[in-house]
């Protein structure tokens, strides 16, 4: 009996101590590691605006927290709470809120909160996160479905909104699409002045893209080009365009100028104006418009053929397969970073400006990855139950660092030399002294 009590306190020694944080393995000098920051729950993503020392979580069923980065001479002293948004504060008419993944628009001071299948919360968090009491949202109505990942274009003028949609059953008519598959839309936010966030200043809304199959789970804008996180089948990349484009059976065209052809792809010169939507403009010449309806229908989207500018042209541009299904993506220029479930790392594929893959690197094996983030050359890895996994990222080589060990990573992001990571016991805040 004796034995037995001493084999039992041993376990719960080795487990309690696995769950501990730990000094970092490898060469990594840590300056400063805050104590774990509680959320009241699972902390499952965060996002960090350095310029104005703002951290926004996401901390599932209690909702999301704003919180202020204090700096001492370039170190953080520490993280005080702003603002709690409550999960009842949410939508009082829902019971089942919650904040799932949160990304930032640094050039509006705007957080993007998502609970799926219900809303994407916008907050503006400028003046400490404390001038706005009333957040706004997105409706879930588009296309009758609901959200599942959202990504974003920051611009100076306006904010590209990029969502992947779960539809639940099948559509005819302008959008088609499969019952229980995903498409991607997207929106031009630009009630973006300090003021207004009101989701009613865009246009277009709802632009349909191109139609998925059910396993597209998540999405990232980087640099014009979208990922998306495929499953078992690996990553999907599409394009974004900076002109009106109209996609014939015979490639795409310009449709400010009927002669021009989008780069790298091929084009008869002939455009099919009664596949566009009525909200493209008339070229010159052409008169009264062939594809306006004047009953006033608006097939908005129209099976992805036509492509405002800004929005993603309704093609794959690259796709590859992965040695295991995608959990993560991640993307820097032509550079794609894919982490995967089951152990089988992180796959780093760069790909030519025609989509062409140059070459692929899978390194972090033995390690399934989460979340994956990199900031001037520090590459840093969620690793689950495993921590953090810390890389020097030259824009071409990948060299191990060393690990950090947390609990639980749900998601991880870099500014600077600080590492800020979303564990199931809340926010670590660890800052390490990197050099490239």
């Not at 000098?29 to 959320?39: A, C, D, G, Q, Y």
């Not at 605006?49 to 001479?73: E, H, P, Q, R, S």
């Not at 609901?146 to 949609?165: E, K």
């Not at 152990?343 to 790909?351: A, Q, R, W, Y």
Request: aromatic letters at 10%; proline letters at 3%; glycine letters at 10%.
């Amino acid at each position: 009996m004796k034995n037995k009590i001493i084999i039992i306190i041993g376990i719960l020694i080795c487990i309690n101590s696995c769950r501990m944080p730990s000094d970092p393995a490898g060469g990594i000098s840590i300056v400063k590691r805050l104590e774990t920051i509680n959320v009241g729950g699972n902390c499952l993503d965060l996002d960090v605006d350095i310029i104005d020392n703002i951290l926004v979580a996401a901390a599932n069923y209690n909702g999301y927290f704003m919180y202020k980065i204090n700096l001492i001479d370039g170190i953080v002293s520490g993280i005080s709470e702003q603002k709690h948004v409550a999960a009842d504060a949410m939508d009082t008419n829902l019971g089942d809120n919650r904040a799932q993944s949160v990304i930032l628009s640094k050039e509006h001071n705007i957080a993007f909160v998502m609970d799926q299948y219900d809303h994407i919360w916008l907050y503006k968090y400028e003046d400490g996160a404390t001038q706005y009491d009333m957040p706004n949202y997105l409706e879930e109505d588009c296309y009758g479905s609901t959200w599942i990942s959202v990504a974003i274009d920051d611009q100076s003028d306006s904010i590209g909104v990029y969502t992947l949609l779960k539809h639940n059953a099948a559509e005819d008519g302008a959008a088609d699409f499969l019952e229980y598959s995903t498409s991607l839309v997207w929106t031009s936010l630009k009630g973006i002045d300090p003021s207004s966030i009101s989701p009613n200043q865009y246009e277009p809304n709802c632009e349909y893209i191109i139609n998925q199959n059910s396993i597209a789970e998540m999405i990232y804008f980087d640099d014009g080009l979208l990922s998306m996180a495929y499953g078992e089948l690996g990553v999907r990349v599409l394009q974004q365009t900076k002109v009106e484009v109209c996609l014939t059976d015979t490639g795409f065209v310009d449709l400010n100028d009927s002669e021009l052809c989008i780069e790298n792809y091929n084009n008869s010169g002939d455009v099919d104006y009664n596949s566009c939507c009525e909200n493209t403009a008339c070229p010159d010449g052409m008169g009264e418009c062939p594809w306006l309806d004047p009953e006033g229908f608006d097939p908005e989207g129209f099976g992805g053929i036509f492509s405002s500018a800004g929005g993603i042209i309704p093609q794959i541009c690259a796709e590859f397969d992965t040695p295991g299904e995608v959990e993560a993506i991640f993307s820097k220029g032509n550079n794609i970073f894919a982490g995967l479930k089951y152990s089988n790392g992180c796959v780093l594929t760069k790909l030519d400006d025609d989509g062409n893959i140059m070459n692929t690197n899978q390194f972090a094996i033995g390690y399934s990855v989460t979340g994956i983030h990199q900031n001037n050359g520090l590459l840093a890895l969620a690793a689950g139950h495993d921590g953090i996994l810390l890389y020097n990222w030259d824009g071409s080589n990948v060299s191990f660092m060393g690990k950090i060990e947390t609990s639980y990573a749900n998601a991880v992001k870099i500014a600077g030399d600080i590492i800020f990571v979303a564990t199931e016991d809340g926010i670590e805040v660890i800052q390490i002294d990197f050099t490239q």
